[in-house]
């Protein structure tokens, strides 16, 4: 995840000094930003969370803040996603329940978690966009980040005014290019790893030991250097 946090207000000031960009209003850009969110999807821009949610018949609410399930577990069991393509008729109502002594699963569907056990507790651990006080996003405070943010919102607003007969498509093609160049280094910025985390993440390659437990520990050890005894 980013580091450094910035207010969403920062990149609304800095549009609206475009005379194009003057009536923007903050649910516009809020919804703009969400989506651009979820478009480019790099991991390190989001926060990782953990939540305790009831499991109530077989279903459990997701957080608002939701974006992606890193993993669930449920008494200290980490629990995979279902395989079963009649994993949402288990709902206590058909004859299709689960034994829940078997292998623990769950689906994601329509903001609810189904899971195969039918009442209890389940910890989630997930990935969130981070809001402040009052419910807006909270943005990565890099320069990559809201130039390209910057031009997906511009090239959004532009094209509607292009549709409208109100912007000559030269304009709106050179946004266009300068969006495409603007993504793809915010991109390549938050899929770079410093020193710490490369370590991390050549220790669990370079292995000569299958870690196939790694899941059920919840990868507690997998950045770990392996180390034999002489």
């Known amino acids: 995840m980013a580091e450094q946090y910035t207010s969403i207000r920062v990149i609304m000031d800095k549009l609206m000094r475009h005379p194009l960009l003057a009536d923007l209003t903050l649910e516009t850009v809020v919804d703009y930003t969400v989506d651009f969110f979820r478009i480019v999807g790099v991991p390190r821009m989001f926060v990782d969370k953990?939540?305790?949610?009831?499991?109530?018949?077989?279903?459990?609410?997701?957080?608002l803040d939701w974006i992606d399930t890193i993993q669930i577990?449920?008494?200290?069991?980490?629990?995979?996603?279902?395989?079963?393509?009649?994993?949402?008729?288990?709902?206590?109502?058909?004859?299709?329940?689960?034994?829940?002594?078997?292998?623990a699963t769950?689906?994601?569907?329509?903001?609810?978690i189904v899971t195969s056990m039918s009442d209890g507790e389940i910890i989630l651990s997930y990935r969130a966009l981070l809001t402040d006080s009052n419910g807006f996003p909270m943005l990565p405070d890099n320069s990559n980040f809201t130039r390209a943010l910057e031009a997906y919102i511009k090239v959004q607003v532009f094209t509607i005014l292009y549709d409208l007969g109100k912007l000559h498509q030269n304009v709106l093609a050179n946004t266009q290019s300068q969006y495409a160049f603007a993504v793809g280094s915010c991109e390549n910025e938050f899929k770079r790893l410093d020193l710490s985390k490369a370590e991390t993440l050549f220790n669990s390659f370079r292995t000569l030991i299958i870690r196939d437990h790694q899941f059920q520990e919840g990868f507690i050890n997998n950045g770990r250097k392996e180390n034999f005894k002489h």
């Open 73 to 103: 577990s449920f008494n200290n069991r980490r629990i995979r996603y279902s395989s079963d393509s009649f994993h949402l008729l288990q709902d206590g109502t058909t004859t299709n329940n689960p034994d829940v002594g078997n292998e």
């Open 50 to 63: 953990v939540v305790t949610i009831p499991v109530t018949n077989y279903i459990g609410t997701l957080p």
């Open 106 to 112: 769950f689906v994601i569907q329509g903001g609810n």
